[in-house]
């Protein structure tokens, strides 16, 4: 049997190069350079190798701007087939329940054959790890987060894991949705000659929100029941208290005033100075 | 009279109890902002011969505490929790539900989220409430670099998962009592996709530098690698770990997976003590999330001295001997 997985993935900024406002301390997100997210690289690895023991197609899926089509050009050098960019100016601010269901409804029209999704565990810019589990639930399959390791076995897939300090074994029927985890599966280099070759084919679909037969309603901003009130860098506003003079000085000032502090880190009592 | 009395709930998370105590760092929390809004402060369990976690949940702040307890719910599985919790939430429709960011509970919040149709926010580390009575959830973005407030205006409940150890628990009451409301066990619960075959207790490693409560990193400001090693003797003293930044690491002053930043490890201790770091975004980007940062450098306009709480400008090697000495004279046994 051929199996059919569907890598969804996103393009994040790339941190080192956040065109940051240092006054407001606001990000300048529209002006940073874009990278695929190193989660979401691992998950294409380890459909990748999936691929090569068992013999599969991968659709690769991302949802942004025009540009997110190089993370999936990227992705097609790194070995997937084709590419799928759901593209819209009415799809922008979805939080993860409308990105769930944006990506879902993608999936069952242009791959409805699909035997697994993989995604990555997090993503490196907010973080949630919240759109694999609803992908699960929207698509209305089984999921598990968080998997170090895959096998598949005909009509279900060995999955281990760590979860809270326990390592579990799960076995997952198909078809299904996993988040992978940054453990193993380190994601192949893609070769220049691959990424030239892989800007030059013609594998990638490009759908609007009608395509998807979606209305302004139902996606984008005006249909994610969260609103980010602010988003602000805790470090622009710290108070910041600066000590000053000789070594055994500052040593004496820091344990005075943050002395209780770091003795509940350490877990021991501090005595107080003299 | 009002029909309905508002509530907050706390899932009760009580694999790994007794390490892992955040159902009560919740349950404080809750006991904080409920007055704000006028609610019952709830727990929700689910599993077997739970009785004595019942009894926790209501000694650390809940008034009521929802009980399923089978023989089926022996085993944690998130597919089974997500399948109650959303029952439960739809019979008794709670203002707010609050989920510990363990593993377990960012798996289970974002499917319960989706069930009932409404918005989540992950691994907050403040809640409050504002004036029109809705939750703010501040979370961590970027690795901590930036910090968003999000809410939930219109869809109910509020759901939220709080990252473990950002609230301190109240202390345990013996005289506390509360209502233990047993829910018996729906009828047409799915038999769950995913199958939990082994799970074994991982055994107790090596404490990481991604999992200390004290993290020293040096940088090139410690001066060389043999003063650089002063710093494992710091740590020690805390009983922490040593972190280092890329030219250190190039340098060869320590071994590779001592690195912390954007490429190596993410560290988010109670406290981080930065001796000869000058802060390049890619390495404050993995050091943000640190509850208490103090640096030592000797520039007061590095970069790193400008994100700590406390910057000493001094010499970052001197500092270093001087703490190790005062710390040996200061600690209890």
């Not at chain 1, 006054?23 to 691992?42: E, I, Q, T, Y």
């Not at chain 1, 299904?176 to 030059?200: K, M, N």
């Amino acid at each position: 049997m051929r199996y059919h997985f569907v890598v969804c993935m996103k393009q994040v900024p790339m941190v080192s190069e956040l065109p940051w406002d240092s006054r407001s301390g606001r990000l300048r997100r529209d002006l940073a350079d874009g990278m695929m997210n190193p989660a979401c690289k691992h998950a294409l690895e380890a459909a990748i190798q999936l691929k090569d023991r068992h013999g599969a197609r991968i659709t690769v899926l991302t949802m942004g701007p025009v540009m997110a089509e190089e993370i999936l050009r990227e992705a097609l050098a790194m070995g997937a087939d084709s590419g799928i960019l759901l593209t819209d100016p009415k799809m922008a601010g979805a939080d993860t329940m409308v990105t769930s269901f944006t990506l879902a409804r993608a999936i069952t029209r242009e791959c409805p054959d699909f035997d697994l999704v993989l995604c990555g565990c997090h993503t490196s810019d907010s973080e949630t790890a919240q759109v694999g589990p609803q992908l699960a639930e929207e698509l209305n399959v089984a999921g598990v987060a968080y998997v170090e390791k895959l096998d598949l076995q005909h009509h279900t897939v060995r999955l281990e894991r760590e979860a809270d300090d326990f390592l579990e074994t799960i076995e997952m029927d198909l078809p299904g949705v996993v988040t992978i985890a940054t453990q193993r599966y380190t994601p192949r280099y893609a070769s220049l000659g691959g990424l030239q070759e892989a800007f030059d084919r013609d594998s990638i679909t490009v759908i609007d929100a009608q395509g998807l037969g979606l209305t302004p309603e139902q996606i984008g901003r005006n249909a994610s029941p969260t609103r980010i009130l602010d988003v602000y860098s805790p470090a622009a506003q710290k108070e910041n208290i600066v000590m000053r003079g000789s070594a055994k000085k500052v040593v004496e000032d820091l344990l005075d005033q943050f002395g209780d502090q770091i003795a509940a880190a350490i877990g021991k009592d501090l005595k107080p100075n003299g | 009279m009002r029909r309905f009395q508002n509530s907050i709930w706390v899932y009760g998370d009580y694999r790994n109890y007794f390490q892992n105590r955040v159902t009560l760092q919740l349950l404080a929390r809750a006991v904080e902002l409920a007055p704000e809004i006028d609610a019952d402060v709830c727990a929700v369990i689910f599993g077997h011969s739970v009785d004595d976690f019942v009894g926790e949940y209501i000694a650390h702040g809940a008034q009521k505490v929802y009980v399923i307890d089978h023989p089926d719910l022996k085993t944690y599985s998130s597919e089974t929790h997500a399948a109650l919790l959303t029952h439960l939430s739809r019979r008794f429709s709670p203002e707010i539900i609050l989920i510990g960011a363990t593993d377990f509970g960012r798996e289970l919040a974002p499917r319960v989220a989706k069930r009932l149709g409404t918005g989540l926010t992950a691994d907050c580390i403040r809640l409050s409430i504002d004036d029109n009575g809705l939750l703010i959830q501040t979370a961590p973005a970027f690795g901590g670099n930036l910090l968003a407030k999000t809410v939930t205006p219109a869809c109910r409940p509020q759901m939220a998962t709080v990252r473990p150890g950002t609230f301190q628990e109240l202390p345990h009451n013996d005289d506390a009592v509360g209502d233990i409301i047993p829910v018996t066990m729906p009828e047409d619960l799915p038999v769950p996709r995913a199958r939990l075959m082994r799970s074994e207790r991982i055994p107790k490693r090596a404490q990481r530098l991604e999992d200390a409560q004290v993290v020293v990193c040096g940088g090139r400001g410690m001066g060389s690698k043999t003063k650089f090693k002063k710093l494992f003797e710091l740590a020690r003293l805390l009983g922490g770990e040593v972190g280092a930044t890329r030219p250190v690491v190039y340098s060869n002053w320590i071994a590779h997976d001592a690195l912390v930043g954007q490429a190596g490890k993410h560290v988010h201790p109670q406290v981080l003590f930065s001796f000869g770091v000058s802060g390049a975004i890619q390495h404050t980007a993995a050091i943000a999330d640190a509850d208490l940062i103090v640096a030592i450098n000797k520039n007061p306009e590095a970069p790193m001295m400008k994100m700590a709480d406390t910057a000493i400008v001094a010499d970052a090697n001197q500092v270093c001997s001087s703490l190790i000495r005062e710390l040996k004279r200061r600690i209890r046994e």
